[in-house]
């Protein structure tokens, strides 16, 4: 038989150091491995997305005006028109149905948007007031809600008409919801006194000469 090759001392040295390893692998148990979990995305619904949407695109105002209407605008307010007027005048209820959900309009709320579709059905601007939304406004904002120009609102702000105060450091004014509301009653209650004194004279049958 032919006689067996001895190992060389290098494989025993191989063979030694790779029981070793395994000799430590078995004493410390099996292998570990390290994973690392990965975070999932969130992701927003349809409705949350709507709604962050919705509240960084409707900012808080004083006051909106809707501009002269185009013609998609008032065939579209002339629709709501036709389909609002028949409830509020025979006393109805008037719903608002969105996306499946439907929230009964409190008689006030239907009556504001009547009169701002009809209004824009014909290309009549609107302005909408908001008077609690904000505690002071910028003259643009305190003009719209007069229905004004800005010019002459800055005339009032000017000659002390309407009390403001000015911003530290800059040229720009606010106005205090207050303020303007006082000069909102005191131009009311001018109109009414005229208006009384001409009807006394009207009454009197005594008429300016022409």
Request: glycine letters at 4%.
């Amino acid at each position: 038989m032919p006689s067996k090759t001895a190992p060389s001392k290098v494989a025993v040295a191989k063979r030694a150091t790779k029981a070793a390893a395994t000799k430590r692998a078995d004493a410390n148990g099996p292998a570990q491995v390290a994973t690392t979990k990965q975070a999932r995305p969130k992701i927003k619904s349809d409705a949350q997305s709507g709604r962050a949407a919705s509240n960084a695109a409707i900012p808080k105002r004083a006051a909106m005006v809707l501009r002269s209407s185009d013609q998609q605008a008032r065939r579209a307010s002339s629709r709501v028109v036709k389909l609002v007027e028949p409830a509020i005048t025979e006393g109805r209820t008037v719903n608002l149905v969105v996306n499946g959900e439907t929230a009964a309009l409190p008689a006030s709320f239907a009556a504001a948007l009547y009169q701002a579709a009809r209004e824009q059905a014909v290309g009549h601007r609107v302005t909408i007031s908001f008077p609690d939304a904000v505690d002071e406004l910028t003259p643009n904002q305190a003009a719209a809600e007069l229905g004004v120009s800005r010019p002459l609102l800055v005339k009032l702000l000017d000659d002390g008409t309407i009390s403001s105060r000015q911003l530290p450091g800059s040229r720009h004014r606010k106005i205090a919801r207050a303020d303007l509301d006082a000069y909102q009653a005191k131009k009311s209650t001018r109109r009414r006194l005229i208006a009384e004194a001409m009807n006394e004279v009207a009454d009197a049958g005594e008429y300016l000469p022409k």
